[in-house]
């Protein structure tokens, strides 16, 4: 996550106050994939968030390797939570597996929202980016604001799927060559699944996200959630193959 100070206490930590991000909290009611916020501290310095020690989704897949079917469950999480800021008309604008946390029951909730932007207006100019290998190509003009944060969605599900990032070799890609898939990315040329079989299921909901086709996660949750369902018809038993 973005630079923070962990100050332990219990199950909370404590996370330098953005106003901006308690803005955020206020506006978004609580939901399960969304990390939650407890309170602020006594002199409004510091906002006292739920601890998750397992600690952020990037990391997590690097370390522990976690099965395909946990990996595909948490892509859908993933989308359950974008929905929900969009729905409360909030677009994230900072998503990537760094913000993402695992709990202790292995369910993953979106965290850190600094730069997040509520109710934006139309063709809003994004200041902050995340980070390059998830970043949107500037040319989507006209699109809802929420592209931002399909596109990143769509990046996140290519790499829980294939455990490597678009144009590179795993999940640890250099600055060299996230800058490549970035100008790759600003010419319209994305990346496609390895695996046949995941291809067939998921590959036109990554590249509707890649193409920002969707225009709210809760249209992404849906075709995502169809392409989980297929999957787990037609390729349950290559699931266990993959793992």
């Not at 602020?40 to 601890?51: A, K, P």
């Not at 909730?109 to 980016?129: C, G, K, M, Q």
């Not at 699109?143 to 640890?172: E, K, Q, Y």
């Not at 600003?186 to 036109?204: K, M, V």
Request: some cysteine.
């Amino acid at each position: 996550m973005a630079t923070v100070a962990k100050l332990l206490m219990l199950d909370t930590w404590r996370k330098p106050v953005s106003r901006n991000e308690v803005e955020v909290y206020r506006a978004v009611p609580f939901h399960p994939r969304i990390l939650k916020f407890q309170e602020l501290s006594d002199f409004e310095d510091y906002l006292v968030l739920q601890y998750h020690p397992k600690g952020d989704l990037w990391s997590y897949l690097i370390e522990e390797k976690p099965s395909l079917t946990t990996r595909i469950s948490w892509a859908l999480e993933i989308a359950e939570g974008i929905t929900h800021l969009h729905y409360n008309s909030v677009v994230w604008a900072d998503a990537h597996l760094r913000n993402i946390l695992v709990t202790e029951d292995l369910h993953v909730v979106l965290a850190d929202f600094a730069y997040s932007i509520i109710n934006p207006e139309p063709l809003h100019w994004f200041t902050t980016r995340p980070p390059p290998i998830f970043t949107c190509p500037i040319g989507y003009y006209g699109s809802p604001n929420t592209h931002v944060d399909i596109f990143g969605c769509g990046v996140m599900l290519f790499a829980l799927l294939t455990t490597r990032f678009p144009w590179t070799a795993d999940l640890l890609p250099s600055d060299a060559e996230q800058e490549l898939a970035t100008q790759k990315h600003f010419i319209q040329q994305f990346d496609t699944i390895d695996n046949d079989s995941l291809r067939e299921c998921f590959g036109p909901v990554v590249e509707n996200c890649f193409n920002v086709v969707y225009a709210t996660g809760e249209e992404l949750f849906t075709a995502l959630k169809t392409a989980c369902d297929k999957w787990a018809t037609s390729g349950a038993l290559l699931a266990f193959a993959l793992d």
